[in-house]
């Protein structure tokens, strides 16, 4: 079974930046006590972006975003902070990318991990970091990483988190 995600995440006030800028741009909270909340990145958000930003280059290496969708996520984080998790894995093997930035600076990233450097523990992985950065902690917790207690585990895919996520009303 496959994993492979792309979005956004932070919080409320940061991912509204998003809605505001697309009608495509769909607000979830992974959990339902979750204090964070993700804007998955589909095509349709993702032009909605560009048209906004300008696509700007796409980075070589790493997360399939690019300039432009780091320059609207360095204004989305303007007084919060706002992450890039990019998820592709099937059947164990796969990769994973990230960035941070807070107060309009990029602050971590863009990391990329793929499968062969997956023997690192876990703390040093890429969503890990980032998601530390907006604050999430496992400690005194049953999870064994800030992954798990995200959320992310649980969905897959963005299908997934249409069908099973918390929705922002309004």
Known sequence: ???????????????RAFADASDHARIYRLRPEGALYVVPLDDD???????IVGTGDWLENGPRISTGDMVFAARASK?????????????GIGEQSSALWKDGQLVLGPLHMDGSASRRPRSLWPINAALRGLGVRIEGSQYVDEFEIFGLLDYRSHDDIAAKGHPLDG
């Not at 079974?1 to 991912?15: D, S």
């Not at 958000?45 to 048209?51: A, P, R, T, V, Y």
């Open 79 to 91: 007084g919060a902070a706002v992450a890039y998790l990019e998820t592709e894995y099937f059947g």
């Open 1 to 15: 079974m496959g994993h492979a995600l792309r979005l956004f995440a932070g919080p409320l006030m940061a991912m």
């Open 45 to 51: 958000l993702h032009d909605d972006l560009h048209s």
